[in-house]
């Protein structure tokens, strides 16, 4: 419920997963927060257990990323890294998206358009 007492609307995540098994391509659309963060940090931890060793997102239809989503590509990012030379790259992100990651300075790690 929000302050007025109506029912709040929760943006759902949809993750789409095409490419190969060590190189997935992870479409998102929706929000990355709190709630949906949960979603996309099992399914990274899938592909890297599957053995993904580099990963993109498809955030063209990602509207909004919170520190719970910021939490999970860095951890995702990390394990990655700790496999070996593994990397995930972050393509289309809208300029509000972009905005979080520059501000949090992870653009140089996470974005690579």
Avoid at 97 to 103: A, S
């Amino acid at each position: 419920m929000d302050d007025n007492g109506s029912p709040t609307m929760v943006t759902p995540l949809q993750l789409d997963v095409a490419g190969t098994v060590t190189r997935p391509v992870v479409t998102a659309r929706g929000e990355i927060d709190v709630a949906t963060s949960p979603r996309l940090r099992a399914e990274l931890t899938n592909l890297i257990a599957r053995g993904a060793t580099e990963i993109t997102l498809e955030f063209a239809g990602v509207t909004f990323v919170d520190s719970s989503g910021l939490g999970v590509l860095v951890g995702a990012y990390k394990r990655l890294r700790e496999n070996g030379d593994g990397r995930i790259r972050i393509v289309g992100a809208q300029q509000s998206v972009r905005k979080v990651f520059e501000i949090t300075g992870l653009e140089d790690a996470l974005l690579t358009d």
